[in-house]
């Protein structure tokens, strides 16, 4: 084996034999601060409610994307939603339930409708107009 020269702060350089798996005490010791000054930090914190970060500015914006993506998918579902809201994308998933409800107790009574009642865009037309 062959001596190999070693530099750590406190020993300065030094040379020690090498063997597979095996360093110096003080080679070892400063390993050990710098593991311990890269891994020894606080823990990632998101935000969560009532977190450091959770601010009203923050929440906003929450609540404004959650209302895009909803208002997305309902167009994509056919329906036009009053606003980009939650609350306005639910009251067009409640009118279009509504109107399906009242299509199916009304067929159930043997009423038919014809191409020209209106509904609000989403209902499943094809079931209760004929």
């Given amino acids: 084996m062959s001596p190999v020269e070693h530099l750590s702060p406190e020993a ?3 040379t020690m ?12 010791e400063h390993l050990a601060q710098v593991r311990a000054s890269k891994y020894n930090v606080p823990p990632l914190t998101g935000v969560v409610p009532g977190g450091s ?3 009203a500015e923050f929440r906003g914006h929450m609540d404004f994307d959650k209302g895009l993506y ?13 606003s980009t809201t ?21 067929s159930k009574f ?5 191409p020209g009642i209106q509904t609000a865009p989403g209902v499943d037309r094809e079931k209760y107009v004929k």
């Avoid at 939650?86 to 009304?106: C, I, T």
């Fill in 12 to 14: 300065g350089p030094h």
């Fill in 86 to 106: 939650l609350k306005g994308v639910a009251k067009a998933h409640s009118r279009v339930k509504s109107q399906e409800a009242a299509l199916r107790d009304a």
């Fill in 53 to 55: 970060k959770d601010t």
């Fill in 70 to 82: 909803a208002y997305a998918d309902a167009r994509a579902e056919g329906l036009q939603p009053d």
């Fill in 17 to 28: 034999t090498w063997r597979p798996g095996s360093t110096c005490a003080p080679c070892q």
């Fill in 110 to 114: 043997g009423f038919e409708f014809g």
